[in-house]
């Protein structure tokens, strides 16, 4: 895979550790050493702004063809490890980037772990790729069993890339706009008359409220089209009505992931014979 932005490693290494966690500070570090990088920055200030970022176009639709029949390969390789949510219609596999080398590539590009560093400063940085495909059964609730935060505490960092064409029928990746601030876990609280600390809206009494409200986006896209988030942000895949749907997400973080992830990784050794 060989998206159109690349940053060598050796100048991720060299980045000026006060440049990070401040776009502005690293893009003008940037300015003449990456080629273009503007685009790149831009992008990450647009997750700092807004708490989301839409770059289309980040793999040609070959690619994205090879990697669904990828995705598909490995879930019936590992059935043991696939994990099923959203009442059985999400197959999700953690892990994937261990048991193939093409997803592999898109675990360690080294532009989205550039973003990473430059977002949330991390000691120890680390990314896992889930694979996974939803499929437009009757109980869907979407990708991530509806409204959620990953978090309500230290900034978090998605990439997700579509790898089939997404409309509103095939479970697209929603986001409140500018939910990843603090101040917005204030407001949604007093809004909906939840604890402060509530990362879940998952019941369907709020649905009313996140269909309504005036900063909900909905990204429809083409497959290939990246999507960077700071998901302490409200977010979740809608619904499917129809079809399927495959995506990668890449999780960093600030050393290994947590307990409850780790029991979901894949078993390199459990593939079928």
Known sequence: MRPSLRLPSTLLRAVPAACY???LALRRWARG????????LGRLGAVEREGFAVAEGFVPAPE??????????????????VQRTSNGGDERLFGADRVSAA????????????????????RKPQCMTMANRIRATPENLGSGNGWHRDSVGARQFKA?????DVDREHGPFQYLRGSHRPTSRVRTALELG???????????EFDDYFAGHP???????????????????????????????????NYFTDGP?????????????????
């Open 257 to 273: 992931p947590a307990d409850h992830v780790l029991r979901l990784v894949v078993n390199p050794g459990g593939g079928a014979a």
């Open 103 to 122: 997803i592999g590539e898109f675990a360690s590009h080294e532009v989205l772990s550039g973003c990473f560093a430059a977002y949330c400063r991390p």
């Open 194 to 204: 939840t604890r402060f600390d509530s990362n879940r809206f998952d019941t369907g």
């Open 33 to 40: 050493r990456l080629p273009r990088s503007e685009g790149l």
């Open 64 to 81: 994205c063809d090879r990697l669904r029949a990828e995705v598909d390969r490995l879930l019936e390789e590992y059935a043991a490890d």
């Open 21 to 23: 966690g401040s776009t």
């Open 215 to 249: 900063d909900l986006v909905t990204v429809t896209a083409s497959a290939g089209t990246l999507l960077l988030a700071d998901t302490t942000g409200l977010h979740r895949g809608a619904p499917l009505t129809s079809g399927t749907r495959h995506a990668l997400t």
């Open 160 to 164: 997700i890339l579509y790898l089939s």
